[in-house]
């Protein structure tokens, strides 16, 4: 396959174990809207483990934890992302506000609306331009029938996207 992305082939990227660098690249080709080098992609979980023990992640590294978790979400597994956020937390008190979105998404995956919006909420205040706890927040608050609360965050989210030169952003129900 001459001129394809490495690690597409048949439309389809497989991961065989969550590394550090394995799960920083499942997030950019996630952010990348599912597409490498105009291609779509299929990210596929890897087989179910309800043990994260046997990762090679350096146990003082909080970044990672923090990426593992995202992943773990992605992947479909809320329930294991629990746990490695909050010792990525732990470890880096001090962590970029992105660590209160991965918590918040973990949550949301639980149902735990009111603790993710919580979360979404420290993110929104730690980066004020990302958009991603905007996003999250619509769809949070909707969740809690918090219809105001939705509408403010969809107007902020709007304000952002405008200042980056980006397109309105509107919710299909």
């Known amino acids: 396959m001459s001129g394809a992305h490495p690690g597409v082939r048949n439309h389809s990227l497989v ?4 590394i550090s660098g394995d799960i920083y690249s499942q997030i950019l080709l996630i952010q ?5 080098a105009g291609m779509p992609v299929v990210l596929e979980a ?6 994260t023990a046997d990762l090679p992640l350096d146990e003082n590294d909080a970044d990672n934890f ?3 978790a995202a992943a773990l ?3 479909g597994k809320p329930d294991a992302a629990i746990e490695p956020i909050e010792r990525a937390m732990r470890l880096n008190p001090y962590h970029p506000p992105v660590y209160f979105c991965y918590y918040g998404i973990a949550l949301f995956s639980r149902e735990r609306y009111d ?3 919580r979360q979404f ?4 205040a730690g980066n004020p331009a990302n958009q991603w706890p905007y996003i999250y927040l619509i769809s949070t608050y909707s969740y809690l029938n918090q219809d105001a609360r939705a509408e403010a965050a969809r107007r902020q ?5 405008s200042r980056q030169g980006r397109g309105p952003f509107t919710v299909k129900e």
């Open 15 to 18: 991961t065989s174990r969550f």
């Open 32 to 36: 990348q809207d599912h597409f490498v």
């Open 46 to 51: 890897p087989p179910p483990s309800d043990d």
């Open 66 to 68: 923090a990426l593992l």
């Open 73 to 75: 979400v992605w992947a």
């Open 115 to 117: 603790e993710a919006a």
């Open 121 to 124: 909420e420290r993110c929104k």
């Open 157 to 161: 989210l709007g304000e952002i996207l």
